[in-house]
């Protein structure tokens, strides 16, 4: 007798409301790929992302899978136990379930601890025979080859953002806010190059992104794969370094493949704040000639920027915006400092008594301040990064910076059009600071 599953991708209100009207808000690929590992002749699969649909409590579902990101996991644990009130079993698994176990397991029946391609298929089949464990744990580094491919047939109303693949796993860096060697095992994977032609073959759009950490990770790899790309006439973005766009032949590759942006880390413009997170692999005095290089072989930059180092004082918001401006970068993801659990700075922090919250709500790097900054007030620091974002995205700023870049410009401004209307009056949401005061 078949048992139903429900897969679920979290998103609590508050992100979820700030994130909407974005453009190019592709789909979170973990639970789509979890589900290529279901047989079906033992399970009935149902996958909803709250991104764009409502979970459906009234329904009763055998179990109950959640991936647990640490922003997400206060909501998690309501979804939670609103299903095991109702005598559903819910498992958990995810970056939050791997950092926290001992607090994610009080509201769930089983967990999935670090990587599930071994411990997710053995869970489900214990799971159908009735004999789960309360916890599954990966012991080694799992070998990416012969992985099923996401089922992507199972996801709804995400027309051109639901082509999401990896080629590889992990980063070679040790930058102190990132917890990617908290939950992977310290290596750098990659999958056989034709698995990987072959699932991005399947999927039935244009437009897909590469979701790997840092896809220029093994350079000679990555260009093996370009090669063979470019026979498929898609069109792709990814994540890298910035360091790594140096070679030209790696550009030139990226483009003819399809290449239509980067996400590259920048996170700061000063070198002292770089130094205080391990991140001397960007240099500042390099920006502007591999981002000409890069503007230069057609392909554009969403650079990822973070306010709140302990070097930030209150000028960084707007040197950062002249930066921007003056080396016409294309797009940003603006975020604020983040001290994840486990990394060396949520370490740091707490060590110094400057956590504001241990409610996880206030670790989701857009509409909350999880720490006291050093150089200025939490309500400061967010008023500074919400004052850059709207001003990013301005129509002076977007002309400005697109008249530099010269790259994708049709493209760039829709997508930067999309992040203007998509940015509200959002308030300063640090309203129980002394309620969970660490």
């Known amino acids: 007798m078949k048992k139903t599953i429900l897969l679920i ?16 808000n592709f789909i979170q690929i973990t639970m789509p790929y979890l589900a290529g590992f279901i047989d079906e002749s033992k399970y009935d699969i149902i996958l909803i992302d709250e991104y764009n649909q409502k979970i459906p409590f009234e329904d009763r579902f055998d179990l109950i899978a959640i991936t647990v990101n640490t922003s ?3 909501h998690c644990y309501e979804v939670a136990t609103k299903f095991r009130n109702k005598g559903c079993k819910v498992v958990f698994g995810g970056p939050h379930s791997t950092l926290m176990p001992d607090e994610a397991i009080n509201y769930c029946d089983y967990i999935i601890i670090g990587e599930a391609e071994e411990t997710w298929p053995q869970f489900l089949e214990d799971f159908y025979e009735d004999k789960a464990k309360k916890q599954y744990k990966a012991e080694y580094a799992t070998a990416l080859k012969g992985i099923p491919f996401p089922r992507r047939d199972l996801i709804k109303g995400r027309c051109f953002t639901k082509g999401a693949v990896f080629a590889t796993r992990g980063c070679p860096y040790q930058c102190s806010y990132c917890n990617l060697k908290q939950i992977y095992f310290n290596s750098f994977r990659v999958r056989p190059i034709e698995e990987v032609i072959e699932d991005i073959k399947s999927i039935d759009k244009k437009y897909f992104v590469f979701w790997d950490d840092n896809f220029f990770g093994d350079i000679e790899y990555a260009k093996r794969l370009m090669k063979e790309l470019s026979r498929l006439n898609k069109k792709w973005a990814a994540q890298v370094t910035l360091e790594r766009c140096e070679d030209e ?14 996400f590259v880390g920048l996170e700061s413009f000063s070198e002292m704040s770089l130094a205080s997170v391990n991140k001397t692999i960007n240099n500042v005095d390099k ?8 503007h230069k072989n057609g392909i554009s930059i969403q650079a990822g920027i973070i306010f709140g180092f302990d070097t930030d004082t209150k000028d960084v918001f707007k040197k950062t915006l002249e930066a921007c401006n003056k080396l016409g970068i294309d ?8 001290p994840l659990p486990k990394t060396p700075i949520y370490d740091q922090l707490k060590k110094e008594n400057r956590l504001i919250s241990m409610d996880w709500m206030y670790f989701n790097g857009k509409t909350r301040v999880a ?4 150089n200025m007030t939490p309500q400061e620091l967010f008023n500074g ?9 301005s129509m002076k700023s977007i002309i400005k910076r697109l008249s530099v870049s010269k790259t994708n410009i049709i493209y760039n401004f829709i997508v930067n059009l999309g992040y203007k209307f998509s940015i509200r009056e959002t308030r300063f949401s640090n309203i129980e600071v002394n309620k969970y005061d660490v």
């Open 287 to 294: 920006y502007k000639r591999i981002i000409d290089l890069i």
């Open 385 to 393: 990064y919400m004052w850059f974002r709207k001003e990013f995205y």
């Open 371 to 374: 720490f006291k900054p050093k």
């Open 72 to 74: 997400n996991a206060s």
């Open 9 to 24: 991708t979290p998103e609590n209100r508050e992100i979820n409301k700030f994130r909407k009207k974005q453009v190019n």
């Open 331 to 338: 797009g940003v993801t603006v975020s604020i400092l983040t």
């Open 249 to 262: 032949e790696l550009l030139k590759l990226a483009k003819k493949s399809g290449c239509i942006y980067f």
